[in-house]
């Protein structure tokens, strides 16, 4: 018998016993174990274990109801899906996940790899660090993941074991409303609009019915399209990053999905970054450094991922059909018109929506805030109403500096 057979929300006591219990790969030294929850999603609890004899190990549980609401009840289940995919991606992309020691579908909770040699790269990306290996090396980990669970590249049958597997209805759920829904009508009366910018973003987004054709369109895409088991959440939080290493965590939006949706979250949560950066650097210089290393990696992530993606594709494709002259670039294609889409509609839902990032709301200036704002609205309606025409990283840069100059 243990205390941990049926399920209950850890505290930092027990967070302790149960590292000691379930990792078992440290001979921990229990007088002098320490816990700290370091948890700043939205949703679960994360503690970080450690003793006197350098163990360390991340314990992270499921609640019944989110962190960001006690009124949103998602199944603890996640937490089982969320370790699966991550060992699931460590096979694919080597090194780009921690490793995961143990899951426990009682407790609704999983121990890792203690990643506290790297920063979250939300917090990074607010004190304007800048990482010359991000592009590279998240590129290669969506090539690996996204493009290896296709079908393009699995037996047919086998893709659509990993689909069943991890259909994941309700935190789909979360984001078809959080996403896809809310930030054009404001339907369930939770949308943080700063009030600055209020008659603009009714005008912008509430009033224009052109936009949500579009995002009607893209919202059944992102239902129906089972083209790849993505990650579903790839903003900078739910990325480690220090000057050597990026690792990718977090994964429990997982479920086959457009590809694009991780390729583009990737993107707007680089271009909050920018704003942030631009807004909040006082020294004319350190700006430009740090404007124009997101300005690259905007350009780099589209152009080295769908360089990634194409070698990948030609290497791995076993779809007999797939192999049709001229298919490849028809489907890479498709892919970057989602990349496009999905950058305007993040963009907006972390904007005006329930789920903000700090990129913008710490911005002190209430002007150089809703300056802010204003960018990644506009140019957040650029890329999903002009999606089909962007075929590069120079375009998709583009389209943001164009923005800029406009205002
Ligand atoms: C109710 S959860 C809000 C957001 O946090 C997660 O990280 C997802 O992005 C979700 O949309
Ligand atoms: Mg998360």
New binding site residues.
């Given amino acids: 018998m243990s205390k941990f057979d049926s399920y209950f929300l850890m505290n930092l006591e027990d967070a302790k016993e149960y590292a000691c219990e379930k990792v078992t790969r440290f001979d921990w030294d229990k007088a002098t174990m320490e816990s700290k929850e370091i948890g700043d999603?939205?949703?679960n609890y994360v503690f970080r274990v450690w003793d006197a004899k350098g163990h360390s190990a991340i314990i992270k549980q499921a609640g019944e109801s989110?962190r960001?609401?006690s009124e949103?009840h998602v199944s603890t289940d996640r937490n089982r899906i969320e370790s699966e995919i991550l060992i699931l991606q460590g096979k694919l992309a080597p090194g780009y996940v921690p490793e995961i020691y143990f899951y426990d579908t009682v407790m609704c909770a999983c121990g890792m790899q203690d990643m506290s040699d790297h920063m979250i790269m939300r917090t990074s990306m607010l004190q304007h660090k800048i990482y010359p290996k991000f592009a590279d090396q998240i590129s290669t980990f969506m090539a690996n993941t996204l493009m290896g669970t296709t079908d393009v590249v699995l037996e047919h049958k086998e893709k659509k074991e990993l689909q069943k597997k991890y259909i994941n209805p309700e935190l789909c759920e979360?984001?078809e409303d959080?996403?896809y829904t809310e930030p054009y009508n404001n339907c369930a009366n939770r949308n943080n609009v700063f009030p600055k910018n209020a008659e603009f973003v009714k005008k912008e987004l509430y009033e224009d019915e052109a936009l949500h054709l579009e995002v009607a369109k893209l919202k059944m895409d992102f239902m129906c399209n089972a083209q790849s088991l993505i990650h579903g959440?790839l903003?900078t939080?739910s990325i480690f990053i220090n000057e050597d290493t990026t690792i990718v965590f977090d994964p429990e939006?997982c479920f086959y999905g457009p590809m694009g949706y991780d390729i583009g979250n990737v993107i707007a949560n680089i271009i909050f970054a920018w704003c942030n950066g631009d807004a909040e650097i006082a020294d004319q210089a350190q700006r430009n450094a740090f404007c124009g290393w997101a300005e690259q990696v905007i350009t780099d992530v589209i152009d080295m991922t769908m360089k990634k993606m194409d070698a990948y594709y030609t290497e791995h494709v076993t779809d007999r059909m797939a192999k049709a002259p001229g298919y490849k670039d028809y489907y890479l294609g498709t892919i970057l018109a989602d990349t496009a889409a999905v950058t305007g509609l993040e963009l907006i839902r972390r904007t005006v929506g329930?789920?903000n990032v700090k990129d913008l709301t710490t911005i002190a200036d209430e002007e150089k805030r809703a300056r802010a704002e204003k960018i990644c609205v506009l140019a957040a309606k650029r890329y999903i109403k002009e999606r089909a025409a962007l075929h590069t990283g120079a375009g998709f840069l583009k389209v943001l500096k164009d923005t800029i100059a406009s205002l």
């Fill in positions: 999603g939205n949703l989110l960001i609401s949103m979360i984001t959080l996403v959440d903003h939080g939006f329930m789920a």
